[in-house]
């Protein structure tokens, strides 16, 4: 298992928890999506911008099990995680959420492209 991407999953993972704006900008991509549970593909601004007015606000993410792969771009991770938080209002709930994320080298750094997230 590469301790660096691993790593990165974790820095992402915990930014996302604390709704550290500036340390998701570091470990994005500029061309990031983030797929919702719900379908939705959403833009890195916009995401962010999100996090930044609270409308999406996380809790807690609780690592259960990670995996990953290498891939001829970089690496595909995948973990499953329970994430508190509360979304559009909607309350504190907790979901199992399984992310998918592909990674790869920007300017000689890993950075994530894409995250797709479900439920498990």
Not at 63 to 71: F, I, K, Y
Request: charge should be negative; charged fraction near 15%; glycine fraction near 8%.
């Amino acid at each position: 298992m590469n301790t660096e991407i691993l790593q990165l999953y974790r820095d992402y993972n915990q930014a996302m928890a604390a709704d550290d704006t500036a340390a998701l900008d570091c470990l994005l991509g500029p061309d990031f999506t983030l797929t919702h549970m719900t379908g939705y593909v959403q833009p890195r601004a916009e995401w962010l911008g999100e996090l930044k007015r609270g409308t999406m606000h996380y809790f807690s993410s609780i690592e259960d099990h990670v995996a990953m792969r290498a891939t001829t771009s970089g690496w595909q991770v995948t973990g499953q995680n329970r994430v508190v938080a509360s979304i559009h209002g909607s309350g504190r709930h907790e979901w199992p959420l399984n992310t998918v994320m592909t990674v790869s080298q920007i300017d000689g750094r890993w950075q994530i492209l894409s995250a797709v997230v479900t439920t498990y």
